[in-house]
């Protein structure tokens, strides 16, 4: 069979319209597509469960599903309680950290005018007119509280209705994969699944340590320091390190908020102890947990982040990276888009031994591939 061959002008212009169509079809799917991939993240991860539960324990198809929904939902339901309760005590807490704002701005209006000799009265007044009419807003806050989580509900619900489905059907939805194909790529196909599925749930299941533990080390940190709300900023700083770099900059500014306007002298300590923290998390945590093989470069990941934003706004910050991460794997096994694959990943280091950390003399924790 000839092969055709088009113009490169020609060919450029039907990918520019092939990335255009699906960034709208995107955007305009937004209320499904982002509940249905964090559905798939989350059945790449309870797969292993599920077959356990019918290979060693003879549970029919549905019963294991469900019993990986029970346990999604669990710790999904954890989680809200978590973060109910601890917003409860925040909500309380807040028109005394209304006066506390104020009062602490106006000492630092003070302070600036003493040391710099500078007239900030006529600044700060605004400054503080714009914050009391902020913290006044409680039909906005309360508004925007409501609207926040009725589609987060809504996003676990659909993505709970997916998991479902997608461990349900997983089978078919496998064979479907490998038919589109020809059959003398069945071994290739085949294997690109199964090196998908397996990479994808070693780095979910590694970004979930990677919580666990900047969430411990923070918590330490705010707690020693006396910072109010610890847990609640702790777990806040653990969930948003899953976005790089904007996630750890956003929770480190918000527990230097608080820590100031409830009137503490630590504001100074809380960020360079962020800094410690994210020290750490990179040069240690993240390639012992999380590994280099779905690592992507610093270039691309603000590019999927600006692009998650805008398409699926927070929950598409969220899962740009994972996504990502897929795609990567993809592009590195068909041939044609290795170039893709290699541009998405960090610069090469050859013969670049692996960081190994000892920490008794029978445990040594080495870096991932």
């Known amino acids: 069979m000839k092969e055709l061959k088009m113009p490169f002008v020609l060919r450029l212009s039907l990918v520019l319209i092939s990335i255009l169509a699906l960034g709208y079809l995107a955007k305009i799917g937004k209320g499904v597509l982002a509940p249905l991939f964090f559905s798939v993240l989350m059945a790449l991860l309870f797969l292993p469960f599920a077959n356990f539960l019918e290979k060693k324990l003879r549970f029919s198809r549905t019963i294991s ?10 710790f999904l339901s954890g989680l809200i309680y978590f973060f109910s309760a601890q917003l409860s005590y925040f909500v309380n807490d807040f028109p005394v950290l209304k006066a506390q704002v104020s009062k602490s701005f106006n000492d630092l209006q003070f302070w600036v005018s003493r040391n710099f000799h500078v007239n900030f009265d006529k600044q700060m007044s605004y400054i503080n007119q714009a914050l009391e009419k902020l913290l006044a807003s409680t039909a906005f806050i309360l508004g925007f509280t409501v609207s926040m989580f009725s589609s987060t509900m809504a996003f676990f619900l659909f993505s709970a209705l997916f998991f479902v489905f997608i461990l349900n059907y997983r089978r078919l939805l496998y064979q ?3 038919s589109i194909f020809r059959d003398e790529h069945f071994g290739k196909v085949n294997e690109g699944i199964k090196e998908i599925q397996r990479i994808i749930k070693e780095y979910i299941s590694g ?20 910072v109010k709300y610890a847990i609640l900023l702790a777990v806040l700083t653990g969930l948003l390190n899953v976005i790089p770099y904007i996630g750890i900059i956003f929770s480190c500014l918000i527990a230097c908020l608080i820590s100031f306007a409830t009137g503490g002298n630590h504001t100074l300590l809380v960020l360079v102890g962020y800094l410690v923290i994210h020290a750490v998390d990179a040069n240690i945590t993240l390639p012992l947990v999380v590994g280099s093989k779905v690592k992507i470069n610093a270039l691309f990941t603000f590019i999927g982040l600006l692009l998650g934003e805008e398409l699926w706004g927070i929950s598409g910050m969220f899962l740009s990276i994972p996504f990502l991460a897929i795609l990567k794997i993809i592009f590195e096994r068909v041939e044609g888009l290795q170039p893709w694959g290699r541009v998405l990943g960090e610069e090469p ?8 950390y000892k ?4 445990i040594t924790l080495e870096e991932k591939e």
């Open 65 to 74: 599903t469900f019993s990986s929904l029970l346990m999604m939902l669990v």
């Open 349 to 356: 280091k050859h013969n670049k031994p692996r960081k190994k």
């Open 176 to 178: 479907f994969i490998i």
């Open 359 to 362: 920490i008794t003399k029978n």
């Open 207 to 226: 970004l979930f340590i990677q919580i666990i533990i900047v969430s411990i080390l923070t918590a330490i940190l705010l707690s020693v320091l006396g």
